[in-house]
């Protein structure tokens, strides 16, 4: 019934089943799993916003960046320094400016969190712009390594980022007087911060949802399409490949740094060790897996790899208490094994993902 | 601070390791342009191969003297990372040839994840602890005068002595046999290369055993010199010496070479002089960063190399 609707009608209708269950996920995983799956959920949607981000990098543009996790990085970092008692104590003359405290508004924080990152990105992706695919990523690489160290060394001369201790206290997100990191009765029900958190990152998954299907639709979108398939003929046909690979990295950097930001206020703490190379390449692994450049493909591979790490502790903790009477193997390790399983066999037999784009389910 | 010989020194022993690595890494760009990610985690598995073996040996034949130890699982290491590149070659790399450039890194990258897996589960998480061998007495070079003459010991000078006589060994194989031949033959144009009768394929399987050896030799001294091994120690050195191939012009052996003890030196002498300028503020905990930024130098002002690139011309 459903391959008999028009190519926009079935779109349209995917679009309502994916608003629905976005709507009831919480409800539905939090009966089945209780909080932490609801918690697994949050944390997969803000992974669904970093991807869409890398998504627009590496599936619209082709441009491998293995780095992207220094966007993330920057987005929190920021949110933690404007959120948190850190740099009042570290600097009592900006006590003195602000006896109240450093308590910036959300609504304050994500736009700079995205515009501080987007700079980011046309730093990072400038001195780039002529390298072939395998050095950019290594390159890309590099950067998002160095921004890590620093992160890690910039308690000296002047600690900015607190180093390898991170910066914690950092302010939930109080959103019109509605403090999220508490309980809230709203429209008559009982609603965790889990909950609350998942509504907001949902709303924030929307919108950027939104940009990037107008921008697939757009001529930037096509452009990008073009320098990814041959970058030589684009330039032939017009394509300033120069601004629109900046414009790329800058759009996806920004992304990032909004999901880094509620990452932040989320999880009340930021460090450098949770801005590692692993989690750049979970991040990729979520878009090639999904589907590069197909934004259903890629939500689907992040849900299945965010709910993954979770699943795998559920499971396989159990059964090999089953099976061997104890722990072997730390479902971490099985994790990192899958990934890298998974890398191989996807590219050897399936490298346009799990869901390309053409295939219609 | 220590003075300038024992810099050097330092950046001499690194740099070696990091050529022999970078050979590997060179090789196999020069003919298949891709980039095997996978190389670093190489060394590492030849390292902790090594020490498997080392502690084998020392249980099954007490009485054998140290060198002999650590000789016999050099070759042991060697032989087994030799095997473990072709496999990786055959299984991630060979039918990615003609998929488009991301594939095969994508796949490398697996590969990586794969190698730090495994090595996690048969020698578990824990740095390990690496027997010295080799006489740990330190040497010091040119006291003369000076109050703080430079030390070094029979491990670093030994990693220098062997990198450097298997650096020249390689280029006699490479530039005066028939073998040699084939693969420059192969690494200038496959397709007219099997037209000449060479088998591309055999070249291309014993490049990457060529590699793998290395690696596995390079991971066993790096792991002597520092003591230890885990499973993690291959990531930064894998980037370092790509970045040393870079640095020398990729493809071309003599390039890695000359990187690989270049970025070394400029890794050692940089942050030596830079920790002495800052009061020790940016200092050694930002060593890693120099070859990042060399890495980044190097590419966008000279992105052929010191000595210039040599690669295959692709279909």
């Known amino acids: ?361 | 601070m220590d003075g300038f010989i024992q810099q050097l020194l330092n950046g001499l022993m690194t740099g070696s390791l990091y050529a022999l690595v970078a050979l590997g890494y060179t090789m196999v760009y020069g003919i298949l342009r891709i980039i095997n990610f996978a190389h670093g985690d190489v060394l590492m598995i030849g390292a902790l191969v090594g020490l498997s073996v080392i502690r084998l040996v020392q249980a099954t034949w007490p009485a054998l003297p140290p060198v002999l130890v650590l000789l016999c699982a050099t070759v042991v290491a060697m032989a087994f990372c030799a095997v473990l590149a072709v496999v990786i070659e055959r299984v991630a790399y060979r039918r990615l040839r003609h998929a488009p450039r991301l594939a095969p890194l994508i796949s490398g990258i697996g590969v990586s994840l794969l190698l730090q897996t495994i090595a996690m589960l048969v020698w578990t998480r824990n740095p390990q602890m690496f027997p010295q061998l080799l006489p740990l007495e330190p040497i010091e070079v040119l006291a003369g005068g000076s109050a703080h003459p430079a030390i070094t010991n029979v491990t670093a000078l030994t990693t220098i002595a062997i990198a450097l006589s298997v650096m020249v060994t390689l280029l006699v194989l490479v530039e005066r046999t028939r073998f040699g031949r084939a693969m420059r033959a192969v690494a200038e144009n496959p397709q007219v290369a099997s037209l000449m009768g060479i088998s591309p394929n055999r070249v291309i399987v014993i490049t990457f055993a060529i590699g793998g050896a290395l690696a596995a030799l390079a991971g066993i001294m790096m792991a002597s010199n520092y003591g230890s091994a885990h499973f993690y120690m291959g990531f930064l050195p894998g980037i370092k010496a790509f970045t040393a191939a870079v640095l020398g012009g990729i493809g071309n052996l003599k390039g890695a070479m000359l990187g690989g003890l270049l970025l070394g030196l400029i890794e050692a002498l940089g942050t030596g002089y830079l920790g002495a300028a800052t009061n020790g503020v940016f200092g050694s905990n930002y060593q890693d960063v120099f070859a990042f930024i060399v890495l980044i130098a190097v590419l966008v002002f000279r992105p052929s190399g010191l000595l210039g690139e040599r690669l295959a011309t692709r279909a």
């Open chain 1, 1 to 361: 019934m459903i391959q008999s609707l028009s190519p926009n009608k079935r779109a349209s209708f995917g679009l309502l089943l994916f608003a629905v269950a976005l709507v009831l996920a919480p409800w539905i995983v939090g009966h089945a799993g209780g909080n932490t799956w609801v918690r697994t959920l949050d944390f997969a949607l803000l992974y669904i916003m970093l991807a869409l981000g890398l998504n627009i990098v590496v599936g619209y543009a082709g441009l491998l960046d293995m780095g992207f996790i220094a966007f993330y990085a920057v987005g929190a970092y920021l949110a933690a320094l404007m959120s948190s008692p850190h740099l009042l104590q570290q600097f009592p003359a900006l006590a003195a400016l602000l006896p109240a405290g450093m308590h910036t508004s959300i609504w304050l924080i994500l736009p700079l969190g995205a515009l501080v990152a987007a700079g980011c990105g046309v730093v990072l992706g400038a001195p780039t712009l002529r390298l072939r695919g395998d050095y950019l990523a290594i390159v890309t690489l590099g950067f998002g390594e160095i921004i890590r160290i620093l992160l890690r060394n910039l308690d000296r001369p002047v600690n900015i980022t607190n180093g390898p201790k991170g910066i914690a206290q950092v302010d939930p997100v109080n959103l019109l007087g509605v403090n999220l990191a508490r309980t809230q009765e709203l429209f008559g029900l009982r609603l965790p911060s889990v909950y609350l958190y998942y509504y907001l990152f949902a709303a924030l998954v929307v919108l950027i949802l939104f940009a990037c299907i107008r921008l697939e639709r757009s001529r930037i979108g096509r452009a990008w399409v073009a320098i990814r398939e041959d970058e030589e003929a684009a330039q032939a046909m017009g394509v300033n490949t120069v601004r629109l690979k900046l414009l790329a990295f800058a759009i996806g950097a920004a992304f990032g740094g909004v999901s880094g930001a509620l990452f932040a206020s989320f999880q009340g703490f930021v460090s450098p060790e949770s801005f590692t190379l692993n989690e750049s390449i979970a991040v990729l692994a979520m878009v090639v897996l999904g589907g590069m450049g197909h934004i259903p493909g890629v939500i689907l591979g992040c849900v299945l790899l965010a709910a993954l790490p979770e699943a795998l502790r559920a499971s396989m903790g159990p059964l090999q208490q089953a099976l061997f009477g104890q722990v072997l193997v730390d479902p971490e390790i099985i994790r990192q094994l899958f990934y890298g399983l998974a890398l191989i066999l996807a590219m050897l037999y399936r490298p346009a993902g799990l869901w390309p784009k053409g295939v219609a389910r």
